[in-house]
């Protein structure tokens, strides 16, 4: 009987011991694989990290840019008439808001929306335009326009009502 259970014991030994051999074999082989996958640390000279750390952009808090656009915008006023002028700074600058009547504003050529506005005066507008009114920013939110650039633009919008 002792010869039985020998064999049987002999026969379940040998196989759990091919299977923990083969669980560890997977394991391993799973664990080089991820070892494959790693990526090499970058190096941590002085130099390399100074690199990898600098600034993608930089801040300019001396004047803004939009002083730039102002000199363009400003030069076809010299070269051409106030017209001109005013029309170019309501197509960049006013159109926003008066193209659609958006906040209710006075829509660009609507002369029923602009009447009463007219009949305060155009010094009224042109103080409205410079220094905001209601929901409107003071020069339409383009704080780089001169005085002269919004009456010119508030002339060309009173014109287009006529």
């Known amino acids: 009987m002792a010869s039985q259970n020998t064999g049987k014991f002999f026969i379940g030994s040998i196989i759990v011991f091919i299977l923990v051999f083969g669980l560890i074999n997977i394991i391993l082989s799973t664990m080089q694989g991820v070892a494959k996958g790693t990526v090499e640390p970058e190096s941590m000279a002085a130099e390399d990290v100074a690199e990898r750390i600098k600034p993608v952009a930089q801040v300019n808090l001396g004047e803004p840019p939009v002083v730039e656009a102002a000199v363009v915008a400003a030069a076809p006023a010299e070269a051409g008439s106030a017209d001109d002028a005013g ?76």
Request: net charge negative; glycine share 8%.
């Open 87 to 162: 029309a170019k700074i309501v197509k960049s600058t006013c159109a926003l808001c008066h193209r659609t009547g958006m906040m209710s504003s006075p829509k660009l050529g609507n002369a029923d929306d602009w009447a009463p506005r007219i009949e305060q005066g155009v010094d009224v507008l042109y103080d409205h335009a410079m220094n905001g009114f209601n929901m409107m920013p003071a020069r339409g939110g383009n704080a780089s326009l001169s005085d002269d650039d919004v009456k010119a633009a508030v002339d060309h919008m009173i014109a287009l009502t006529k």
